[in-house]
């Protein structure tokens, strides 16, 4: 379904290229990458992980991350 929706993505790009520079070899390659780098992005790995799925995990740790500032106290009395 996510190589699906990229593809669709990926000819949309295309279409518009294709409105503004009118281009024949420009359009096709645009669509031809597109379905090419949906299916790449898609494709689970040996971990049972596609990059799509990596990227994701990457965001939802990233804003899951809490910060504890450091504050330097003086513990053995040598200020």
């Known amino acids: 379904m996510q190589s699906v929706i990229g593809s669709l993505f990926g000819g949309a790009v295309a279409v518009l290229l294709w409105l503004i520079a009118g281009n024949v070899a420009l359009t096709?390659?645009?669509?031809?990458?597109?379905i090419f780098g949906s299916v790449m992005m898609c494709t689970k790995d040996q971990n049972n992980q596609s990059v799509v799925d990596q990227i994701r995990d990457m965001i939802r740790f990233w804003r899951n991350q809490q910060i504890y500032p450091y504050r330097m106290r003086d513990e053995w009395g040598m200020k």
């Open 28 to 34: 096709i390659v645009a669509v031809l990458s597109g």
